[in-house]
């Protein structure tokens, strides 16, 4: 028996819903779960009824379809393919990217390929590779790579864009998802992994210190001891301890030992 496919539809015009809708009523595996008209009501759709495939519109009313896998991705992560009215120029950062579009006006053979290449993915359980598809997109929105793009391909001259990373993948259970790195609190190192401490809960992930520390943005995240990076802003006091050393207390009221080798980069 062929699994269901259960599927959300997410475009402010109702015209765009309704089409989307009539082509998907004539697939056997996809059962429409809901509906949403803007940004705000598609974050509360996504993770009220969690479905397994989006159909995503990206210019609408509230905030983008970017900011809707943001604002979600920490606690449901669907297979998204984007319906966008995007110029050719945008399409190369999704292509870029590896993930799936429609171009409106829909054509009836691009919604079939998109909805074959859904099909094979959810078959094959690819979450880890989504998600990280994801987030590369993300991080290109955050750090305005789309635009560089533009310019890159109109002529213009642009720098290299910022290689700091804004999202971490973990898995949760049999799930993944996606933490924005201002959501971390702190990064501890535990064996050959880190620990990244976001909330009441913390997240493992195979990295190494060197290697976390050189892609977080060195504004916003400090190395304060040999297993221990901090994130500045949940910095709510240092406190100066015997013979030189210091200890941190975020905002939660965690408390953290600074290293002598690493206090300079906080007092």
Do not use: C
Request: no cysteine; glycine share 4%.
């Amino acid at each position: 028996m062929t699994p269901t496919i259960r599927t959300m539809i997410v475009d402010d015009e109702p015209l765009a819903r309704q089409g989307l809708r009539v082509r998907l009523e004539r697939e056997d595996d996809i059962e429409i779960v809901g509906e949403a008209e803007d940004g705000p009501s598609a974050v509360d759709a996504v993770l009220r009824l969690r479905p397994d495939l989006l159909l995503l519109d990206v210019q609408m009313p509230g905030f983008d379809g970017f900011e809707v896998v943001s604002r979600t991705a920490a606690e449901h992560l669907p297979n998204v393919v984007f319906v966008t009215a995007y110029d050719r120029y945008a399409l190369q950062a999704f292509m870029a990217h590896a993930l799936d579009y429609i171009l409106k006006p829909i054509a009836h053979r691009r919604f079939q390929e998109a909805l074959r290449r859904a099909r094979r993915e959810l078959e094959r359980d690819a979450d880890a590779e989504s998600a990280e598809r994801l987030r590369g997109l993300l991080d290109a929105r955050d750090a305005d790579e789309m635009a560089r793009v533009r310019d890159l391909m109109a002529g213009a001259v642009a720098g290299p864009p910022p290689s700091f990373i804004s999202r971490f993948t973990v898995r949760d259970g049999e799930r993944l998802l996606l933490i924005r790195t201002r959501d971390i609190e702190w990064i501890e190192a535990a064996a050959n992994y880190l620990l990244l401490h976001a909330g009441p809960r913390a997240f493992q992930v195979r990295m190494t210190m060197t290697d976390v520390e050189r892609r977080l943005d060195p504004k916003q995240f400090a190395r304060i001891h040999r297993s221990t990076i901090v994130n500045l802003d949940r910095v709510a006091s240092i406190h100066p301890e015997y013979h030189g050393e210091y200890r941190v207390v975020l905002a939660s009221g965690q408390a953290l030992k600074v290293g002598r080798a690493f206090r300079d980069r906080l007092v």
